[in-house]
């Protein structure tokens, strides 16, 4: 769970790109993005599979397991890891399809799988008599289906992200993008392994009944956990396509409807495991012992689940709008470190399944309040300025309104867009790897979208500027330069940051009226 919970969570910053790139209608970069994401699925596959083979043993042996299951448990864990390279394709392959909108074909393809499984467990167990190593082979056998069906999908699509296996390498680019975003949700998905391994560990030392009964609470548990993991990769996917297309409004009242159903469906399960559970767990055990152990944990954790929903919600939002660091940061703290402290020290002071069991309310709630906080703040909603800018002057949009101009403005104007590419792709980044502080006056941040003048005085300096003096602009801050103020009565242009055309109305508005109406 830890190594592929990684990978699971590196390949969101896939979906991320796809469905950024897949709002803005950019049909190329989707493309480059689609092969360079399986080209990772690949090469993910290989490493936590050799990764999983030789640290099987150590892992185990780390989290305590029994004597008596730890052969039959390094069997499993060996045969499963030689499945990993079809689960990270499903898993990648999924993602993908989401992120252009299509969320059925992966739930048809994993309902298909499931079905394989139950088939082939049935056959390789109870006819055959594998036992363990039945199960792990049926379970292997249904990741290669589900990973055939998914990659006949993308083979098979006309649209953009259609699969070329002539195609699949990596680009650059793309790979940083999608590890930019990825890593920091792979690391958030490894602490939540990593603080469940403890709490495992806690678990092993209160004996087999009580290892039984978490294990039995873990599949009714799993019901809450995948639908809030769907609600979390609906949010990722619908924020990520707003994001690209620039319909920013929707993204918050998405968040909103989001955060109601998940509100809903934590407290009906609440409910039901609370009420019914110990009918639920008959389908698991009929130990009586390990079914009282089972409902003293409901008692603690099911009533909680609502005060977990802002962090699944929040995350996902923030993800798919690019900003995946501060969020893993907040997982850090507020699930890992949390839950490391309440092991170490109150788990000892009293050594119970209920003190263990109320790590998780503890630290959903106080790592809810902490996203809701810095979802209010709104910093995680900061535009990518340097792929939108890059995307003005790749569509062409930069130069449309010079259609009519003559060829010495086309010229002219060319050479500006040219300067601004040449600045933007520069090895050294965008200007805002400049840090300097802002003037004190000037407000503005690097992604707010604003107005500017371009007043006398800048246009008499820059002759080839005259067709713009005092006509107003939309623009966009990418950055801060440490160049001297030019202008002694108004904010310069390096006070305001280096600013980048969007043509959202037109090249020049000629008027501070006309400018107001539009």
């Known amino acids: 769970n830890l190594l592929v919970g990684f990978f699971v969570g590196l390949s969101s910053g896939a979906t991320v790109i796809i469905s950024q790139y897949y709002g803005a209608d950019n049909r190329r970069r989707v493309s480059d993005s689609v092969h360079t994401a399986i080209a990772l699925a690949i090469a993910g596959g290989v490493v936590i599979m050799l990764i999983g083979l030789v640290s099987a043993r150590f892992a185990l042996t780390a989290m305590g397991t029994p004597d008596d299951i730890l052969s039959l448990s390094l069997t499993y864990m060996k045969i499963y890891y030689l499945g990993t390279i079809p689960s990270m394709i499903y898993n990648m392959g999924s ?28 056959l390789f167990v109870a006819v055959l008599g594998m036992g363990v190593s039945g199960a792990a082979i049926a379970t292997i056998a249904s990741q290669f289906f589900s990973a055939i069906l998914t990659l ?23 790979l940083f993008d999608i590890i930019k975003i990825g890593l920091p949700a792979g690391l958030q998905s490894a602490m939540y392994s990593i603080s469940n391994l403890l709490i495992q560990s806690s678990i092993n030392s209160f004996g087999t009944d009580t290892i039984a009964a978490w294990t039995a609470y873990g599949k009714v548990d799993s019901i809450f956990w995948m639908i809030m993991g769907a609600y979390g990769v609906s949010i990722t996917t619908f924020a990520g396509q707003n994001f690209g297309a620039g319909k920013y409004d929707r ?3 998405s968040v909103r409807i989001c955060l109601g159903l998940a509100a809903v469906t934590s407290l009906f399960l609440s409910f039901i495991v609370l009420n019914f559970g110990g009918t639920i767990l008959l389908l698991f055990t009929r130990d009586a012992n390990v079914i009282n152990i089972c409902i003293g944990m409901m008692r603690v954790v099911s009533p909680a689940y609502i005060t977990y929903i802002c962090i699944e919600i929040l995350s996902g939002t923030c993800r798919g709008c690019g900003d995946s660091f501060f969020p893993m940061l907040l997982t850090c703290f507020g699930v890992c470190v949390l839950r490391i402290l309440w092991i170490t020290i109150a788990v000892p002071l009293r050594h119970e399944v209920a003190t263990v ?26 535009k990518d300025t340097l792929r939108n800018a890059l995307e003005v002057l ?13 060829e010495s403005d086309r010229r002219s104007r060319q050479r500006v867009l040219d300067r601004l590419r040449k600045k933007l792709e520069s090895p050294q980044g965008p200007p805002k790897t ?5 003037p004190k006056k000037f407000k503005f941040r690097i992604g707010d979208v604003i107005s500017i003048c371009f007043m006398p005085c800048f246009a008499d300096r820059n002759p080839e500027f005259e067709m713009y003096r005092n006509k107003y602009f939309m623009v966009q801050v990418v950055g801060y330069t440490d160049h001297p103020t030019s202008c002694n009565r108004h904010p310069s242009i390096e006070q305001c940051g280096d600013l980048v055309v969007l043509d959202w109305m037109g090249d020049a508005i000629p008027d501070m009226e006309a400018f107001e109406d539009a």
Not at 104 to 122: E, G, H, M, T
Not at 394 to 406: Q, Y
Not at 434 to 438: A, D, H, L, Y
Request: charged content about 25%; proline content about 3%; some cysteine.
């Open 434 to 438: 400049v840090k300097r502080p802002k």
């Open 251 to 253: 993204i918050k009242k």
């Open 152 to 174: 006949i999908a993308l083979l098979r699509t006309q649209d953009s992200y259609r699969l070329i296996v002539s195609k699949i390498r990596f680009h650059r680019d793309l």
């Open 95 to 122: 993602g993908i399809l989401r992120a252009v909108g299509d969320s059925k074909r992966p739930l048809y393809f994993l309902i298909a799988s499931c079905l394989v499984n139950i088939v082939l467990d049935l």
């Open 394 to 406: 790749d569509s062409g949009a930069a130069m449309a309104e010079w259609e009519g101009a003559s």
């Open 357 to 382: 069991a109320f790590s998780y309310p503890l630290t959903w709630t106080i790592t809810s309040i902490l996203f809701i906080l810095y979802y209010k703040r709104g910093k995680w909603m900061q």
